[in-house]
């Protein structure tokens, strides 16, 4: 079946970027979504980027697709403490658009 | 109230218990859901409503019962639940189950924090 896979964990010093890194299976995926999850909260969808594009900046946040090695970053510029969360990166196909494949999630560690 | 909002925040329930999570959006969306967050586990996918009507049921257990009385609201009700069922419960919501046209994504509540003793 579809899968998505992240790294755990990353640690990165305050002002430095981090990139978090997600692979996926569906070769079919049309959307790709990175959330951020912060203690004790829901998941906040941070951007997305569609399977025709490249590259999707907004602002700090840099979101970069390998459609051929099915490989999803986020580039977080300039990290900063409020950075520290979990990341999810999630997939859904054409032929359920609802059906998110997500990831178990990067805990960013943000040191000062 | 803007988003998506979930009520309790917490609960904490004996396996006996009967109580109701609620969720609620202010989206003008049409579909919502609820998804399950365990510890070190991807999210599950629990129950889709598209227009009120059921779109999916993930083999879920019958002690989780929802409920969509109108495409604003979604309710979790849940009884004689195990120690196992103790997780952070997401609802979400998005514009259609699936999107002709645009990213459709899915907006997230803040959670209800469940544990089952």
């Known amino acids: 079946g579809e899968d998505v896979e992240q790294s755990l964990f990353l640690s990165v010093r305050e002002g430095d970027s981090s990139v978090i890194n997600c692979t996926y299976t569906d070769s079919s995926s049309t959307y790709l979504y990175w959330y951020k999850q912060e203690p004790g909260a829901g998941l906040q969808l941070l951007t997305y980027i569609f399977s025709n594009m490249d590259m999707k900046q907004d602002q700090r946040l840099t979101a970069l697709l390998n459609k051929k090695d099915k490989h999803l970053s986020l580039r977080i510029a300039d990290t900063q403490t409020g950075d520290s969360a979990i990341y999810f990166c999630a997939e859904s196909s054409t032929s359920g658009t609802y059906k998110y494949i997500f990831g178990t999630g990067t805990r960013l560690k943000v040191l000062a | 109230e803007t988003g998506v909002t979930q009520t309790p925040r917490h609960l904490v329930m004996g396996m006996t218990n009967k109580k109701s999570l609620k969720c609620e959006q202010h989206?003008?969306?049409?579909?919502m859901y609820w998804y399950k967050q365990s510890a070190k586990k991807p999210l599950e996918l629990m129950f889709v409503y598209s227009l009120e009507e059921r779109v999916e049921n993930n083999s879920v257990p019958s002690r989780f019962s929802p409920e969509c009385p109108n495409s604003s609201h979604l309710f979790l009700h849940l009884h004689t639940l195990q120690p196992e069922d103790s997780a952070l419960y997401l609802c979400a919501s998005s514009q259609e189950t699936h999107g002709t046209s645009g990213s459709n994504e899915q907006f997230f509540g803040p959670g209800t924090r469940l544990t089952v003793l």
């Open positions: 989206l003008g969306h049409n579909a």
